[in-house]
């Protein structure tokens, strides 16, 4: 990475302008950006709004919709820039270094909060070193998602003649083409890149296997990303792409996943942020629908931690500090961790809590989550997805995110071609 971000360039500017101070309740505000705007991720941060407000704080929603964040990315880019941060906001992965390097996050806002509930002993260290900056907690993890998941309407698969969910990509293919050819949309999805790139990730993960994963998206080697494995799964993202519904263009995540609840597609390939659709239309995991690991992912977790990282606010504003620090709190408190995860779709991010699923009432989908987290942790499978900004920084996803879409769009572009683009462009945005 260079000795500065792209990021800390633009945000360097905003040292020059002088912090808005909006203090206005008695105890204390808390505004809080993040892209959780869909029925069930609202049913799901609405549970951490009515505690903070309960502890006596008020609460400014935030929310700048478009699933994966990246609107609300420019929208805090440009609040930064102005001098008017908010004091809350989803921020995850590598981009928690990058904004720590601006100097606008508060190194010293959860010093006693993370003592005190003593986050070391709570987080496995994978998770705590993602949102600590220089040492400090800047942020704190809410939930752990994991991406390659597929999601399937059992009753749209029988009516096409499909036995069972697929396991493998050739029986993927084949449960596509049976879902066609009984009129179905065999796999819902939204024309959006990083909805492009998650498809991509799963396809890379099920081709080249957890090691070819991190060759390619975390020390984005060179050779592996132009390598025949990575060909080959530009030649079977090629496939994937003809079972999308051909009106995919601009869709919303949920509107696709609205469609396999709803009958009329058969499959989705979307992290478990989908299941908080499922449960807020009241369907029960393993009846109404399966959860099944992306085909030829089984032994692998790519993981997605949704955390809220802490701006820095003048000393003068005490009971807003106090609201930062109270939301901090609640989030890793063991009451918001079960209902969020449940209403999220994701599981706790507390080991004692990933452990003892049962106890907590999750469903199967989540128990089986919880039990290849761990497992997983310990044998390599566990790798950080890329389309979801765990793996590169921001401007190495954004180049990832265009040569998939591109190529996505282009019925004729050649795979070879494509892993050189790849390659090319990831080098230019480091
Ligand atoms: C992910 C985020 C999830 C979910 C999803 C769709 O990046 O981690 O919490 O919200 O986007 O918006």
């Known amino acids: 990475m260079n000795a500065l971000s792209p990021l800390a360039v633009i945000i360097s500017l905003a040292s020059l302008l002088p912090l808005a101070a909006v203090a206005d309740e008695s105890k204390g505000s808390v505004e809080v950006v993040h892209w959780w705007t869909s029925g069930g991720e609202k049913a799901a941060v609405d549970v951490l709004k009515a505690q903070v407000e309960k502890?006596?704080?008020?609460?400014?929603d935030g929310a700048v919709a478009g699933g994966g964040g990246a609107t609300a990315m420019t929208v805090l880019k440009s609040r930064a820039v102005s001098g008017n941060p908010p004091g809350v906001a989803q921020i995850k992965g590598p981009d928690i270094q990058d904004w720590g390097s601006t100097g606008l996050l508060g190194t010293d806002v959860l010093k006693d909060v993370a003592k005190q509930e003593k986050w070391d002993e709570l987080l496995d260290k994978k998770v705590s070193d993602i949102v600590k900056f220089d040492g400090d907690y800047v942020a704190?993890?809410?939930?752990?998602?994991?991406?390659?998941?597929?999601?399937?309407?059992?009753?749209?698969?029988?009516?096409?003649?499909?036995?069972?969910?697929?396991?493998?990509?050739?029986?993927?293919?084949a449960a596509a083409d049976k879902l066609k050819a009984a009129g179905f949309i065999a796999l819902a999805h939204g024309g959006q890149p990083w909805q492009d790139s998650t498809v991509f990730e799963n396809v890379v993960l099920s081709v080249m296997g957890p090691k070819g994963y991190q060759q390619a998206f975390v020390e984005l080697d060179e050779k592996t990303l132009t390598g025949p494995e990575m060909v080959k799964s530009f030649e079977a993202l090629k496939k994937v792409a003809t079972y999308m519904d051909a009106n995919r263009a601009g869709r919303d995540w949920n509107i696709a996943a609205a469609d396999v609840?709803?009958?009329?597609?058969?499959m989705q390939i979307m992290g478990d942020w989908a299941k908080s659709e499922w449960?807020?239309?009241?369907?029960?995991?393993?009846?109404?629908?399966q959860c099944v690991p992306f085909p030829g992912t089984a032994n692998a977790f790519t993981y997605n931690v949704d955390s809220l990282a802490v701006f820095k606010l003048n000393a003068d504003r005490k009971g807003d500090?106090?609201?930062?620090?109270?939301?901090?709190?609640?989030?890793?408190g063991e009451d918001f961790q079960k209902v969020f995860s449940i209403n999220k779709?994701?599981?706790?991010?507390?080991?004692d809590m990933q452990a003892n699923m049962e106890k907590y009432g999750f469903d199967a989908c989540a128990q089986a989550s919880a039990k290849d987290f761990l497992k997983d942790a310990g044998n390599g499978g566990l790798q950080p997805s890329m389309a979801h900004n765990m793996a590169t920084s921001l401007a190495v996803q954004g180049a990832i995110f265009d040569v998939v879409t591109n190529y996505i769009n282009d019925p004729q572009a050649d795979p070879a071609k494509a892993a050189q683009r790849l390659n090319s462009a990831i080098k230019s945005a480091k």
Request: charged share 20%; glycine share 8%.
């Open 55 to 60: 502890d006596g704080f008020a609460w400014k």
């Open 140 to 173: 704190v993890p809410v939930n752990v998602h994991r991406v390659n998941w597929l999601w399937v309407n059992p009753e749209v698969l029988k009516k096409a003649g499909v036995a069972q969910a697929p396991t493998t990509l050739e029986e993927f293919y």
């Open 261 to 266: 609840i709803n009958g009329k597609a058969g």
């Open 279 to 289: 449960t807020a239309a009241k369907k029960v995991a393993g009846k109404d629908y």
């Open 321 to 332: 500090i106090a609201a930062q620090q109270d939301l901090a709190k609640v989030a890793l």
């Open 345 to 351: 779709g994701s599981i706790p991010v507390r080991k």
